[in-house]
Each structure stands twice: as C-alpha cells, then as structure tokens.
C-alpha cells in the first residue's frame, strides 16, 4: 500500500458517481474493473487497457487470478502529485478488492511505468495478516511489483533486479533496531517492513529452487487453489505453516523464525552470491556464468509466449 493519504471526504463519492464496468475473466476466476466518473470514452478504454495489463501480469501460475472474485475501482484525483497513481488500497470488507487513484492527467505510458496496481493486485495473493504479519504482506507485494512487471515485459529485468536491490539499500538504512514482527505501522520503520518482507520471498523463492525443485509462484498457486480466502484474517504463523504444507517442506516457517525475531536488516550476502549479482557502488554488477544467468532468468524471464509478450521501457521512474 502507499503511504499518501487522499481526504476521507473524497471516498464516499466512490458509491454516488457514475460507473463504468467491466469483468475480466480467467478460468474459473472473475476481477471485476469499475471505472468511476470518467466521462471520455477513450479515457476509459485506456485505463481498461492498463488495469487489464496489470491483472494479467498478477495472475497465478496455472493462468487465474488469485481469488475466484474480486474487484478492482479506478477514480482519478485532480492530486498534485508526481505518482501517476498517487493512493492505492487493498479493501477486505465485504469482498477483497483494490482501489486504486490515478492522477487525471497521467498517460498510458506513465500508468505502465508505475509499480502501485501490480503491487496492490499482489495482495491479493494472501490474506490480511494484521500489523504483526505486515512485513510478510507488504514484502510479498514489493517482491512481485518488480518480478511481475519483468515478466510482463513492463519492466526491464535487470532493472528489476536494480529496483530491488534499490528497496533493499532504502530497508537497511531504516533498521530501528526494533524486531521486525513488532514494528506493524511502526513510525519511521515502512521501508525496513515492506524490504526486509520482499528480502524474505526473495530467499524463500530461492530456497525452493535450490532444494525443493518448485518456486514460489507454485506453492502460492496450490495455496490460492486449496486455501485462499480474500476477507479472511490469519495470524502470520499459520499463514506461512499453510504455506510450508502447500510446499512439503518448512521452507517458509524456518525462514519466518530468524526474519521475525531479527531487529537489523537481513543480510542478501548468500542470495546474491546465487544470483551472480554484486554490488558496485550504487548500481549492481551481474555474473555472466550459465547457472547465474539461468536462475535469475528464471525468476525474472517473461511467462508469456513471446508473441504476447509487450515490449518494456526504455525507462521509467526509480521510485520503490
């Protein structure tokens, strides 16, 4: 989730104004896109086209989306602001759903640059997990904002890697010195909660590959198949234990043990090394070896077939 806030007075007109909507269908899974209050037609079409994007880019891997209904609601703020999309929010009442606000005069091109649907989509892979459980949410959604959007072909796939390295610099120089279960909305503490969460599924997303012969994208997509439920509220525990049955193994919970209870940012020293990325100055370096290479284009490649498969930027904006 962002961290701007738009009034309280601006929401209630969400329910008042005229919309325009839309069902996005896969398999057996339905994301319902509302459009509000946006009278061009044009308009609408191209924000269609970029939620639809999104969506596509946060599907499951067996090709659905995370829960069998939710919604996305788009309305556009007049915020002065340099985010093409200056709020977003994931909603569990009722149903699960995102709301997203985007700025009335961004452009396709700034909305597909922009990390905050695909982020606010990813939280649709877990449940709500309470300010203890905040790091695990928030990192799962700040890991994939990047894996995603390369795989998607939005996001070039080295750059992805820079971005999250990028998360990870911003994390370790907020270290409190608090422990990271405690530290929920803790003032001062949001980079270290939402890096150190996307430093966690980065070294469980290489666990798996290394000793399990399966991924993350897997075990959430047999998660999201057996257990998934979007209003549902669990404690962290039992969240990554379903987790750990969904993969056989306790990969997850071992894991969730020393992330929890550590009060500095974790060191990526061992993740990086199997990689082949290293750091060089404020940039990254990559190893060009085969296996290097092959597991970080394994996270990263695109899983489209490359005749659907869009173009990424030549740039787009650095922010987390």
């Keep these: 989730m962002r961290i701007f806030f738009l009034p309280l007075s601006l929401l209630p007109a969400v329910c008042l104004a005229a919309t325009e909507s839309r069902v996005l269908q896969a398999g057996d899974t339905r994301l319902r896109v509302e459009i509000v209050e946006v009278d061009d037609p044009a308009r609408v079409r191209m924000l269609q086209r970029w939620i639809q994007e999104a969506a596509e880019a946060t599907k499951t ?18 915020r002065d602001d340099d985010s093409p999309v200056p709020w977003g929010q994931t909603r569990r009442r009722g149903e699960t759903g995102v709301l997203l606000y985007v700025r009335r005069d961004a452009s396709y091109e700034q909305l597909r640059a922009d990390w905050t649907a695909v982020h606010e989509l990813s939280h649709l892979f877990h449940p709500y997990l309470g300010d203890s459980g905040r790091w695990l949410a928030e990192g799962l959604a700040s890991y994939y904002q990047n894996v995603s959007r390369a795989r998607a072909g939005m996001l070039d796939a080295e750059e992805a890697w820079r971005r999250l390295d990028a998360g990870f610099r911003r994390g370790e120089a907020a270290s409190t010195g608090a422990r990271l279960d405690a530290m929920g909305r803790e003032r001062g503490g949001t980079m270290r909660v939402y890096w150190a969460g996307a430093a966690y599924w980065l070294e469980a997303d290489l666990a798996l590959r290394r000793d399990s012969g399966t991924t993350l994208d897997a075990v959430l997509d047999r998660y999201a198949d057996c257990c998934l439920h979007g209003t549902d509220s669990l404690a962290p525990q039992d969240f990554v234990s379903a987790l750990d049955r969904a993969a056989g193994n306790d990969t997850f919970s071992a894991l969730y043990r020393r992330y929890a209870a550590t009060r500095v940012f974790p060191s990526l ?4 090394a199997q990689l082949g990325i290293s750091r060089d100055g404020d940039g990254l370096a990559f190893a060009r070896t085969a296996k290097t290479t092959q597991l970080r284009d394994a996270i990263m490649a695109s899983q489209r077939s490359p005749s ?9 904006p650095s922010r987390p």
Excluded at 61 to 77: F, H, M, N
Excluded at 308 to 313: C, G, L, Q
């Design 308 to 316: 659907t498969r869009s173009a990424a930027p030549a740039s787009s």
């Design 269 to 272: 020293a061992d993740a990086y």
């Design 61 to 78: 891997q067996s090709g659905r989306y995370p829960l069998p209904d939710a919604y996305v609601r788009i309305e556009e703020t007049d």
